[in-house]
Each structure stands twice: as C-alpha cells, then as structure tokens.
C-alpha cells in the first residue's frame, strides 16, 4: 500500500495541497479555531505532553478523543487515570507494539481499526481536541496511507484542536502542523540502567 | 543573592558534588528509585509533559506534589482539572509572571514562598512525584540560590520522582538529572497570529 508516496509528481501535488491550506489558515490565523501541535523528535515528553494538554482541555469542560496507536494492551497510568473522566473518549489499537507481532498483515489490519476510530472523531465538530498517540509510526511503515490521513487532518472540524505524536514526522505532517516541537533526547535514564518507571514513562 | 555562582571555584565545587552524587546513583541504577526528568527548551511542550507524567503517576495510585513557579493566578485548565482529583497537593506561586510585576524583591518573596511548599514535598516521601513547574527561570533570575536548590534535590527521598521544567536549564541541573529533553521550537501557531489556545496552552 501507498507506495505512490514515494514517487516525486504525488509527493509535489501533496505538499501544493498543503501550503495552499496553510495559506488560507494563516490568512484567517486572528480567528479563535483548532490548532495541529506536532510533537516529534527522539526525546521523552511526545506521548506526556499530548496527555497534558488532554488535562487542560478537560479541565476547560472541553470534550476529548485519545487514540493510541502502538500501546497495545499495555497497562497505563494514563488509561487508569483517564478512563475514569468526564468527556472523554479513549481508544487503543489492538494488538500489542508492532515490533512484538512481528506480522503486517495484522498489524495493517489493526491500523486501519484504530485509524477508523480515529476518523470518528475528527469528522464530529463536538470533539474539541483529538489526540493521535504515536500516529508517525504508522505512517513511516505505510500501514496508513498519508495521503488519506493529511486529506482527513486538513478536513477536520474547524476549531477542532488535534495534537499527533511520534518520531519521525514526515515533512508532509510537519507542513501541515501549526505548532510543531522536537523533543531531542540530551539523555535517558535507559541509558545507564535505569529501567521505565512508573508515573513517568507509562 | 547567589552571586558566588559565578564564582569559578564554587562551580567547579558544586559540578563536582554533583558527579560523586550521579556516579553513585548509576551505580545503584538496577534498583527501582526516584528518577530525576528535566524538560527545557525553547518550544512547545515542557510544562504539559509534567502534567502527562502528574496524570500518569495518579493513575497509578501515587501521590504527587506539583509547584506552579511563575503562574500567579491566571487561570488554566489544568488547575480546574487537577485540583478536584485525589492524591494531589497543588501549589502555585503568588503573584503573577515576573515580567508583569516588575518588582525585584517582591519577586524574590514569592518565589521563596513557593520553594518553601517545594521542599516541605522534597522532603516527604511519601510523595512518590514532585513536579517544579518552570523552575528554572527563579534560578535563571538568581530568584532562589542555585546551590541550596540543588542541594534539596540531591538529598529527596530515594523513591521519589522527580520533573524540573523550564527554559535555559543550568549545567548543574543538566548534570544532576538522569532524563534531560530539550524541547526545540520548530515552528510556532504564534509565530503566524495565532493566540494561545485553551486546552493547549493553558
């Protein structure tokens, strides 16, 4: 699937179609509507800054999408914690990290579920922030189309904010974004031993 | 105050306290304890990955210490939202953002105001999370003395977990914490006239 990405015609009329968007919004930009955040890079603090912006939100009495895409059945702090608010919705991609399953199939299978999920959402103006965890991923493997998925970013409800996560972003993903930060690792606990903590990494 | 820490041998003094404390903690690192993240940078993003890990550790039944440096009494979403959670002590520093009060020693006041809520939580284990929101502009600013800060962080609780948030991190703070992020501006919504988002930025 979506092996036109790479070919140069589809990538240019991809990124015209990208500019002329975000020509129109820099042109309305004084207008209160929905921002992209794009938190990228190989740093910590992607996956808990979108999950702090998901606190803010709610703390606004605005209503919230999660989509988690590569937690698997993992068990988290922050499904403990969320699930149990209001105005939430809060949805994991099934089947565990990719680099476990071992199987694109599947894995392309499991994608396209949770991209539904996703598209729920960013198609109904009544969600006031939709956050798609760890979303790049599934882009840099091709298990999504991007051409799809920035076609449905671009359309989404107006003052709809939407925060996506994870390395690697493509530059199509970056042009898009209005707000994007690389999260670039100075150092890492892992790194002299430390294993993943509770409270911080999960 | 603290003006000895531009001092060449204070430095190197304190770098050195520093190193022995972070050479014993690599060597203890199997063990499950306290990890010390900092977040800096320029970009979007630090402050809202405190609160991700704050959401994170609660849902995991921990009880966690937030101090909000530099808020004063702007109202955010995250205050509405973490206030009325359970096992959560909450703190924010009187007065607002420095900028605005223009005023050197009342600053200085507040600000050992709100470091004093900090320790009396750097020194109780029985917060398994202390979040400094923006610490390091009252040290950037000389507001609080840099060595007796980092002094109370070296000494907290073995257990403890531990986020420093904030622009223009020390070289002490970098040395001392086991996870650093710096968090780079790549582009910013406000950079193209679009204003602070509710639920994203506050």
Not at 35 to 42: A, E, K, M, R
Not at 79 to 85: L, S, T
Not at 146 to 157: C, F, G, N, S
Not at 192 to 202: D, P, S, V, Y
């Amino acid at each position: 699937m979506a092996k036109t990405i790479k070919d140069p015609e589809q990538h240019k009329k991809r990124m015209q179609a990208i500019k002329s968007h975000v020509d129109k919004r820099i042109a309305k930009a004084q207008e209160d509507k929905g921002t992209f955040v794009l938190l990228t890079g190989n740093g910590k603090g992607k996956s808990s800054s979108a999950l702090g912006m998901v606190a803010r939100a709610l703390g606004h009495g605005m209503k919230v999408g999660v989509v988690q895409f590569l937690k698997g059945e993992w068990n988290t702090g922050e499904i403990d914690f969320f699930k149990q608010q209001q105005g939430i919705r809060w949805e994991i991609m099934p089947a565990g990290f990719t680099w476990e399953t071992q199987n694109r199939e599947s894995d392309i299978a499991s994608s396209q579920q949770a991209w539904t999920q996703a598209i729920e959402m960013l198609t109904d103006p009544s969600f006031d922030l939709v956050v798609l965890d760890e979303l790049t991923y599934l882009l840099h493997y091709e298990y999504l189309n991007e051409d799809a998925v920035i076609e449905v970013l671009m359309q989404r409800p107006e003052n709809q904010h939407l925060v996506v996560t994870g390395r690697g972003a493509s530059e199509a993903l970056v042009a898009l974004a209005d707000t994007v930060s690389e999260i670039k690792e100075v150092k890492h606990a892992f790194k002299i031993g430390i294993k993943a903590q509770k409270g911080l990494e999960f």
